[in-house]
């Protein structure tokens, strides 16, 4: 029987368009398997990675713009539709994001979670701010994003090492001393030392701000452990280009205090026409001599040990910069302590990088701090509601109404150069808005450890430990497995004794906090 030309023109035209699909198919698919197999087998992907062996490695490398970012996280639902969706290549299934396998410790070695350190001696300065940082945050330099998240991790021991436990006799203090703060927090090898703690009056007028015991006056009923001064040791001196001064303010985390209670009352401080919030100069410069801990203020305190510190080392004939830092409220105290210490010790370098911090005063201690050098790197996320405090939405109508309203001399202004995250370019954060969440500090330094420049995704080659970020937060995507809010002591700090008890333990004598400067461990610290 003869096919008629007409059908039999119709399969061939069937069979050319089958070929020419499959031959796509193949195509792609081929193509999408060498793309996975030279992922896989780039010599980063070996150690580049919290995973515990080769096979899952494999499966945390990612590839966009040469190798330095990773693509954005899929949510589960449409993970769920894509794993059966033909159309999704061998490509696809490799370049999946971490999975809560990739921390499960098979005893394996696992990649740093810190870069290498860099000598940066010859550019300290303009990591510092020398040109306000220009060039340095679009891209990020990786020198300055190792700086910034040490610096971070500093403001991060404030609140690890803080007693906030209402029941504890000593909450509101540090529960280490001074001399094993580091070590405790594994900071060691940072290569600092504590030499003076700070303590802040927390009777003053302001929101929730302070801790208090509910068992008396153990230690004090009036005083909270506010932060450090730190310096330099010799070896990191050396890396650094000079001997660094560190002071650290610890600073809040519930944004819903700041948004409620904050009073935006402005007050003077220092020179004409400067004023500061009211509750953060109040903090600053409260003292009372009928406490232990604050017969000095937090500005007395620390100003006293910074200026020691100066004349001790430039005596040797070293040069010596300050660096104030703090996250939230400590932010604000940070820049109060510049503004202090720019008036009243001349020609030291003076940087502030604070995390998550408020505006603090108006434009005339913006102009006088930008007069007296002091250069400031204010880290933001866009979610996060603090920065844009006081005055969320009088402050921002009037600077943009005209130039008359700009100069106002009681309207807030931010001071320095803005460093902007976003939540949403991490892959492994939740989508949903935690105003809490988004203010955590561990979420900006885990922002900063994947931040490469505005235009560019995730960093896939990031460091910084993820399960940081759910240590005292629940932001991380539940895929991971990761439990919320995991740092807190064992057993709530009850420990089972010799005699078969679970009781409170006592601190070691040198843990009791003491009134008293610290001589001694700066001695130390000078042979």
Known sequence: MEVSPMRQFTREKT??????????????????????????????????????SIKQLSNTCRVHHQGLAIKPQ????????????????LAYLLLAPYTASDF??????????????????????????????????DPLHPWLRREIITYGEFVEATYDAFDFDPLSEFCGSSRYNRGKLFEELGLADHGYKVTKYIYAMSQVDLPKWFERSRLGITWSKDSNWMGFVAVSNDKETQRIGRRDIVVAWRGTVAPSEWFTDLKSKLEHFGGKNVKVQHGFHSIYTTKDEETRYNKSSASEQVMEEIKRLVKVFRERGEE????????????????????????????????????????VGNLAFKEKLNELGVKTLRVVTKQDIVPKLPGILFNKILNKLNPITQRLNWVYRHVGTQLKLDKRISPYLK??????????????????????????????????????VNKSSDMLIEELRIPEFWYQQPH?????????????????????????SNEVCTRLLLQ
């Open 104 to 137: 499960i410790d098979y005893g394996n070695p696992m990649t740093p979670t810190k870069s290498p350190k860099e000598n940066i001696s010859t550019r300290w300065k303009e990591l510092h701010g020398l040109k306000n940082w220009d060039g340095l945050l």
């Open 492 to 516: 709530k700090g009850l420990v089972l004794n010799k005699f078969g008890r679970w009781v409170k333990p006592g601190r070691e004598p040198e843990d009791v906090p003491s009134p008293f």
């Open 431 to 468: 989508d949903e808005t935690d105003f809490s969440g988004c203010h955590n500090l561990e979420i900006y330094l885990h922002l900063l450890d994947g931040f490469i420049s505005k235009k560019s995704k995730f960093r896939w080659n990031a460091r910084r430990d993820l399960a940081l």
């Open 320 to 359: 010596v910069s300050l660096t104030l830092t703090g996250h939230s409220l400590g932010g604000a105290l940070a820049l109060l302590n510049a503004y202090e210490a720019a008036t009243s010790i001349p020609d030291v370098y003076i940087s502030v990088i604070s995390f998550g911090a408020p505006r």
């Open 74 to 89: 899929r949510r589960p639902n449409t993970l769920k539709r894509a794993s059966h969706d033909p159309s999704k290549t």
């Open 15 to 52: 069979r050319k368009t089958r070929r020419r699909v499959w031959k796509l198919k193949i195509g792609i698919t081929w193509n999408a398997i060498k793309k996975a197999l030279l992922i896989t087998f780039k010599p980063h992907s070996l150690h580049l990675s919290c995973a515990p």
